[in-house]
């Protein structure tokens, strides 16, 4: 059985669950306690597991990332929300040269279960210092786990597994998926890292997306498929480690691909997955690989400016009208 929650009681449900199981379990972060957290993820969990467990800090992300790292060596299985990912730079250090780095500096004897929560991307007109979307930037670090689910069951799923492991995990939401609803299974639900999961299955073009990509991309593919045109849309869900079988197995079936990311186009996610189809799958290619991607600039604050500064549902029926219409590779070449 299964019901239908909201992306963000989907989390909660998750954390829920894992704080009764572990008593290890605690989460810190600006306004999680009393106000229940800016998108309410953690509404009500004071009440139920106290202070001592659930804990307001001040304005000090550096602070509240280091404290979670030390926890979580020590022994503890902490959650730092950190509001905003971009606020998650004041804490580099701490995540880039200490937790990613400890399992390899002690042998593989020590353990850094430590979860970072926080959200990205557009929406809402927050600005430059408030709208960016930076997985690639952990994506580059060795010794970190990088998630980012696009719908509830996911969300839910991905974190109690996040919660279970003995690595720092880099878990990142959006913040245009929060009131999104989807089912989500009754029981005991987690999702392995490292399986990506098809959204809609189709022959003609895959569309790689993650995050609040993916129902763009959905949406993109329901309005192709009025034309005739059948898109089959990927969610890797989990970018560290990614589910290369799936996008590979994928490609050779469509022999076309759209890569969709939020992220600016310069030093991004989607030109790694790109660079891995061309090395293990160029043979199944009949076009080349399409990347959608965020404009290399700031994020404005003008709504106008900000919409049109990230991937929109016409730029990805545009790549994929563009993939299908590309004279093949075998006669390009030619």
């Known amino acids: 059985m299964a019901r239908e929650l909201m992306y963000r009681d989907a989390l ?8 009764e199981r572990n008593n ?13 957290g800016s998108y ?10 106290g202070p001592k467990r659930v804990r307001d800090t001040p ?25 905003y990912i971009d606020f998650a730079m004041l804490g580099m250090d701490m995540i880039v040269n200490q937790a990613a780095k400890f399992r390899l500096m002690t042998g593989g004897e020590g353990r850094v279960p430590f979860i970072m929560r926080t959200q990205g991307g557009t929406g809402g007109g927050v600005a430059a210092q408030h709208s960016q979307s930076l997985e690639a930037m952990f994506y580059h670090v060795p010794g970190l786990k990088v998630v980012m689910p696009s719908t509830p069951s996911d969300a839910k799923g991905l974190l109690k597994y996040a919660l279970r492991q003995d690595d720092p995990v ?8 929060y009131m999104t609803k989807g089912m989500v299974p009754d029981g005991e639900h987690i999702i392995e890292f490292g399986k990506g999961d098809i959204k809609r299955a189709g022959k003609d073009v895959t569309v790689i997306a993650w995050s609040n990509m993916v129902p763009r991309a959905l949406e993109a593919a329901a309005r192709l498929a009025e034309e005739g ?24 079936k469509t022999n076309r691909c759209v890569i969709v990311q939020e992220a600016v186009r310069r030093g991004g996610v989607a030109s790694d997955i790109a660079s891995i189809i061309q090395e293990e799958a160029f043979y199944d290619l009949d076009a080349p690989i399409e990347i959608v991607a965020g404009l290399n600039i700031p994020i404005p604050f003008n709504l106008e400016l900000e919409k049109a500064s990230v991937p929109q549902v016409d730029d990805v029926v545009a790549a994929v009208r563009r993939s299908l219409h590309a004279k093949p590779l075998a006669q390009a070449a030619e």
């Open 40 to 49: 309410k993820v953690t509404e009500g969990l004071l009440a139920k597991y």
């Open 170 to 177: 880099m878990f990142l939401e959006h913040k245009h998926l």
């Open 229 to 252: 045109i059948d898109v089959e849309v990927i969610d890797p869900r989990t970018l560290v480690p990614l589910d290369k079988e799936m996008i590979l197995t994928s490609v050779a």
């Open 24 to 36: 290890t379990v605690f989460i810190i972060g600006e306004g999680i306690a009393e106000r229940g």
């Open 12 to 19: 909660r449900e998750a954390i829920d669950e894992e704080m």
């Open 59 to 83: 304005i000090a992300e550096a602070g509240m990332i280091g404290v979670g790292v030390g926890a979580a060596i020590a022994g503890a299985r902490p959650i730092v929300e950190i509001l």
